[in-house]
Each structure stands twice: as C-alpha cells, then as structure tokens.
C-alpha cells in the first residue's frame, strides 16, 4: 500500500520562509519522479513544482521560481520544497505526488501523478 505523508506547513509571516517535507512509502522511490502541488481557497489545483527521479530534472510554477526549491533524498524516500520570500498569495493546501514514471516533461500536470498525500497547510499571513 502505497502513503505519501507530507509535514513542515504553518502559518508564517510575508517575507518568511517554510520547508515542507514529503515521505512515500511503499513504492520504488527512485522509480518515481515527485510533485508538489496546491490549492488555495476557491481556487483551482496547481503544480508548484516537481523533480525528476534523480533530481537532475526540476520544474517550476511560473509564479514560485526563484523563491521554491524542490529537492529529494532517495535514501531517505524523501522530498522536500524549500520556501521562501513567502507571500500571502501563496496561502494554500500543499500536496505532495508521486509520479507514474521516473522522468517529467516541461508540461507536466497532475494527471502524470498516481499516489497523492493528504496534504499541509500554510498560510501566510500579510
């Protein structure tokens, strides 16, 4: 049975930084490229950022680059989204995913992504 269990959301002030952290159980990790996804309030579901199996292929939402970094710890069935210069508009649910395959492309979605975590919050606050 295959868990995705994502930890390290919060409520941090604008201009602040969080890490969020990602652990998937129950698969081959380094079989799987890894996302991380959110979903603000009223809001539609978007891919934030996502990672290749080896970490030498990253992607990043238009609206986080330069201030999210996406990283992963095969050894440790781990993966991580560093945040920072945090904006109020950033507030949302943030969901980490394994991937169906190994490797992503530029137009990568959520539809690429098969096992899902509950999710964390972070609220950034103004």
């Known amino acids: 049975q295959v868990q995705v269990v994502e930890s390290g959301g919060g409520l941090v002030q604008a201009g602040g930084s969080l890490r969020l952290s990602c652990t998937a159980s129950?698969?081959?990790?380094?079989?799987?490229?890894m996302g991380w996804f959110r979903q603000g309030s009223g809001k539609e579901r978007e891919g934030v950022a996502c990672?290749?199996?080896?970490?030498?292929?990253?992607y990043y939402a238009d609206s986080v680059k330069g201030r999210f970094t996406i990283s992963r710890d095969n050894a440790k069935n781990s993966v991580y989204l560093q945040m920072t210069s945090l904006k109020p508009e950033d507030t949302a649910m943030y969901y980490c995913a394994a991937a169906y395959s190994a490797d992503l492309s530029t137009d990568w979605d959520a539809a690429d992504f098969g096992y899902w975590g509950q999710g964390t919050q972070v609220t950034v606050s103004s």
């Open positions: 990672i290749s199996w080896s970490g030498g292929s990253t």
């Open positions: 129950g698969l081959t990790f380094d079989d799987s490229a």
